[in-house]
């Protein structure tokens, strides 16, 4: 679905239409999270070229997260994950890397769905190029059908011997309050960052 069928279209520089799944949270989950970024970034005393780049960006980042998410519960998460409060970071909205390619782009967050490391494959990556660093960190959403606490312990405790920080979202706390849980989600990138700057 696009923009346009829910009355709401933005476009590219060159006017091409831009779209959204429009479907149920997801499209829900991306208001609120737009007008959040978008206050912020008039708060920060942006002008409307960057507002309007900035959603344009997040749009499209979007577009090819739920391209690559494999789970409803990951779709739902991504928009409040892309236009997240980065803090000292970034006030942009985060890249999207598509793991089918093999550069990861520049950018100070770079996300990536279905991130293949080693022997295991994590439902977010999240990237952070921060005061001349590179740090990883692991966004697991998990269903109840999906992973076992035997797994997951093994599987956190591989990625931390790799110095990759895993937060472990369930499926109810996003649907519950999918900004809370993104923040949680985030909050080692907010501690890393503080703790490096």
Known sequence: MSFRRLGDTISKPNGESLGLDGAGSTRAV????????????ASRGAGE?????????????????????????????????VCADFGVITDLPAKMHDPRRECLPDGPVVITPQFG??????????????SGRLQM??????????????????????????????????????YADTFAAAQKALAPVHSWALHVG
């Open 49 to 81: 070229a960057t507002v309007r780049a900035a959603r344009n960006h997040a749009v499209i980042a979007i577009q090819l997260g739920l391209e690559i998410c494999d789970s409803p519960i990951e779709r739902t998460l991504l928009p409040a994950l």
């Open 30 to 41: 991306f208001d609120f999270a737009w007008e959040k970024m978008r206050k912020r970034l």
């Open 117 to 130: 490391f080693s022997r295991s494959r994590m439902d977010f990556a999240v990237a952070v190029r921060y």
């Open 137 to 174: 960190f692991c966004i697991e959403c998990d269903g109840a059908a999906y992973h076992s606490s035997a797994e997951n312990i093994v599987r956190d405790g591989y990625f931390a011997s790799w110095g990759i920080p895993t937060t472990r979202l369930s499926g109810r706390e996003i």
